[in-house]
Antibody
Framework: DVQLVESGGDLVKPGGSLRLSCAGSGFTFISYSMNWVRQAPGKGLEWVSYISSSSNTVLYADSVKGRFTISRDNAKSSLYLQMNSLRVEDTAVYYC????????????WGQGVLVTVSS | SYELTQPFSLSVALGQTASITCGGKNIGSKDVHWYQQKPGQAPILVIYRDSNRPSDIPERFSASNSGNTATLTISGAQAADEADYYCQVWDSSTVFGGGTKLTVL
């Protein structure tokens, strides 16, 4: 079965940094582009970042551009999100997700990890 | 950037039909996907590429897409269908609608 397991969530002060990880199993990780999607408390889904299978293409939402960096290690079947200069408004559950077709639906999601930015 | 508009909430009587709309400029030219999310859970895909249902999704879920509106239809809504529903397209990146809270009365 496909599994995505996020980790690294924590309480961090504004201006701080955090690195999220997502471990994939049950599928050929190297074959698929990956995404991070977040959801602030009581709010809707917000796409955050995308990375192609070979890491050649990375995309970011305007709200995180210049502060967040997506990366992956295909040898470890792992996806990462380095988050710097964190703001209160970055408080959210962060999900990793992927689709079997590029630029299409997100067919598989992890259970999410909570990031809280507060002083 | 591309925007998707959904009604904030919708109520449907048990066993009746619920139609959730997703508006976007010329959305009919794009592939639309729909997700269901229950409290405390990750989203799950219920419709992909306008009208296709994953094998584990009940037949009462259907969808269409034309012009400036895509629609998710739940025929014979059940209590288990009470959830938030999001539409999504790809427009140089993933774009989500604001979500619709469906209440089954």
């Amino acid at each position: 079965d496909v599994q995505l397991v996020e980790s690294g969530g924590d309480l961090v002060k504004p201006g701080g940094s955090l690195r999220l990880s997502c471990a994939g199993s049950g599928f050929t990780f190297i074959s698929y582009s990956m995404n991070w999607v977040r959801q602030a408390p009581g709010k809707g889904l917000e796409w955050v970042s995308y990375i192609s299978s070979s890491s050649n293409t990375v995309l970011y939402a305007d709200s995180v551009k210049g502060r967040f960096t997506i990366s992956r290690d295909n040898a470890k079947s792992s996806l990462y999100l380095q988050m710097n200069s964190l703001r209160v408004e970055d408080t959210a559950v962060y999900y990793c997700a992927f689709g079997v077709a590029p630029a299409s639906s997100l067919d598989y999601w992890g259970q999410g990890v909570l990031v809280t930015v507060s002083s | 950037s591309y925007e998707l508009t959904q009604p904030f909430s919708l109520s449907v009587a048990l066993g009746q039909t619920a139609s959730i709309t997703c508006g976007g400029k010329n959305i009919g030219s794009k592939d639309v996907h729909w997700y269901q999310q229950k409290p405390g859970q990750a989203p799950i895909l219920v419709i992909y590429r306008d009208s296709n249902r994953p094998s584990d999704i009940p037949e009462r879920f259907s969808a269409s897409n034309s012009g400036n509106t895509a629609t998710l239809t739940i025929s014979g809504a059940q209590a288990a269908d009470e959830a938030d529903y999001y539409c999504q397209v790809w427009d140089s990146s993933t774009v989500f609608g604001g979500g619709t809270k469906l209440t089954v009365l």
